[in-house]
């Protein structure tokens, strides 16, 4: 792992002096960089996105009973689960607020998203995923759970949130954690306990639910397991278990919202793998219907004609022909 020495400590890149408290590391390999982020904060799981290039950085410091940090990576994934939290007994509330990029979580039976200039708010004390399917830029800071309950106690009580700057409040809150975090690790800041209380009591002031609109839409979530499918498009053995384990939420999560789409997961996935289908067979792109069965998950070309004509009224066969 490489790590900058007291030098780096002292001055970043930028050239601006910095606290002799603050930390810098900058690496080029996934496993030094997740070694080096679970030693800043807390044990994780870490699923990188394939990237010959990868690249991450982070500027951290601990002041007045929080953690402030600035990050830029390369995509990845990091999941904390309920054996971890059991072994090394870890919590803490963390807002994190993108400053380039987009932000991905689940918990519980949650999942959101947060955009450029937004925030996710959620605990290390419970089940997480949280997915950067890009590289991205954010500050974070984490509080305890003490602190986070002597100053908005809703928040610590309710599920994962976003924080967005819609309202008055929302911007202010945003705005102030990502100066308390650029101002802690850039220059020696006083009374940071002071600011990161005086921030939370802004934070406290926010409505703390989840958008019911973007939740019902899940959008995202329904992308990801669209990528995943494709990823695994000639699998005849994809089950519900598998969507769930890739989605990360629980069955019924899942199934609700495809529900409120009119559909089941496993129908949706049996009418991707056939929309698919017709797009090759009409591209001529295959040479008969049991390659394109076997293609798109069908363990048999029966089963596939049968599917095929229920969908679109016409057998595969005068499909390829056509095209």
Request: net charge positive.
């Amino acid at each position: 792992m490489h790590r900058s020495a007291s030098r780096m400590a002292e001055r970043g890149d930028s050239g601006v002096v910095t606290p002799a408290d603050v930390r810098h590391v900058r690496e080029s390999d996934m496993a030094s960089w997740h070694s080096a982020i679970c030693e800043a904060f807390c044990e994780t799981r870490y699923a990188p996105r394939s990237d010959p290039h990868f690249s991450g950085e982070m500027t951290f410091a601990a002041r007045g009973g929080a953690r402030m940090s600035r990050i830029h990576s390369s995509a990845g994934r990091f999941l904390r689960d309920p054996q971890t939290i059991k072994r090394d007994g870890f919590d803490s509330l963390v807002l994190l607020v993108s400053l380039r990029g987009e932000l991905r979580l689940t918990q519980g039976h949650r999942a959101l998203r947060a955009r450029e200039g937004e925030a996710l708010v959620y605990r290390h004390g419970a089940p997480f995923e949280i997915e950067f399917p890009h590289p991205y830029w954010a500050v974070s800071l984490w509080v305890d759970p003490g602190m986070m309950r002597r100053h908005c106690p809703d928040i610590v009580s309710e599920s994962a949130t976003v924080i967005r700057p819609d309202t008055t409040n929302g911007l202010l809150a945003l705005t102030m954690v990502r100066e308390l975090c650029v101002n802690a690790i850039s220059r020696n800041t006083r009374d940071t306990g002071r600011l990161v209380g005086a921030t939370l009591d802004v934070v406290s002031t926010l409505g703390t639910r989840p958008d019911p609109a973007e939740m019902a839409r899940g959008g995202w979530l329904v992308e990801k397991l669209e990528d995943f499918l494709l990823r695994n498009i000639d699998d005849c053995d994809l089950t519900l278990d598998s969507l769930v384990a890739e989605a990360g939420v629980s069955a019924r999560t899942l199934n609700r919202l495809f529900a409120e789409r009119g559909t089941t997961p496993m129908r949706w996935v049996l009418d991707r793998r056939l929309e698919l289908a017709y797009d090759v067979l009409a591209r001529a792109q295959v040479r008969n219907v049991t390659e394109a069965a076997f293609s798109f998950g069908f363990k048999d070309s029966s089963h596939f004609s049968r599917a095929f004509s229920r969908k679109f009224g016409m057998p595969p066969t005068s499909v390829l022909r056509r095209g």
